[in-house]
């Protein structure tokens, strides 16, 4: 059986930023009973889910996406609040928001442009930044936005500095395996 190979272009985190969400996330677990949680080490912010890419896509989108991070400057973000995509009654996703961001939206659209520039057919969902921290709830009842905590460290800002094209390998852990890295300015 062949698995096929998925990516995806994504703001990291700084490793203070995902030990400081590994320590919280403990605490979630025994309030938030999702399925799976995200391994520390993949926690990320999404800006492009590519799917597969062949050969000659990929060399071409590395060039550009090279072009796009020389065309932006490093920027800080600051963390919002948890939240969950899907059903209040079984959500599929539990994340922690980003505060809105000019410079993470431009650089979104730019990433976006590059990734178009190859021929990938992207999600056109309007953008809402975040760090994914689980997934498929599976506890009794539903969960209440309301109860959900807002601060979850001292880490209030963290700086990007680059952008990740990862690849996805649905077998291990830490899943997310660093590409190409590109340096913003």
């Known amino acids: 059986m062949t698995t096929q190979t998925h990516y995806f272009v994504a703001v990291p985190l700084p ?3 995902k030990q400081a969400f590994q320590l919280y996330m403990k605490k979630l677990k ?3 009973p999702f399925t799976r949680w995200v391994h520390p080490e993949d926690l990320h912010i999404t800006l492009a889910f590519l799917g597969d890419l ?3 896509q990929k060399e071409k989108l590395i060039s550009l996406l090279s072009k796009v ?7 800080s973000l600051a963390l919002s609040e948890l939240g969950t995509f899907g059903n209040p009654q079984s959500p599929r996703i539990f994340w922690y928001g980003i505060e809105k961001s000019m410079e993470l939206n431009l650089l979104r659209n730019s990433v976006y442009d590059a990734c178009e520039m190859v021929g990938l057919q992207l999600d ?3 953008f809402h ?3 994914t ?3 498929k709830w599976k506890g009794p009842g539903s969960i209440d936005n309301s109860l959900l905590p807002v601060h979850s460290s001292q880490i209030e800002t963290f700086a990007v500095n680059n952008i990740i094209l990862y690849e996805t390998h649905l077998n291990r852990l830490p899943k997310y395996e660093e590409k190409e890295i590109f340096s913003l300015v």
């Open 15 to 17: 490793q203070p930023l």
């Open 69 to 75: 991070a020389l065309n932006h400057q490093r920027f």
């Open 30 to 32: 025994s309030h938030f």
């Open 133 to 135: 921290i689980a997934r």
């Open 124 to 126: 056109s969902r309007p």
């Open 54 to 56: 062949e050969e000659g």
């Open 129 to 131: 930044p975040h760090i």
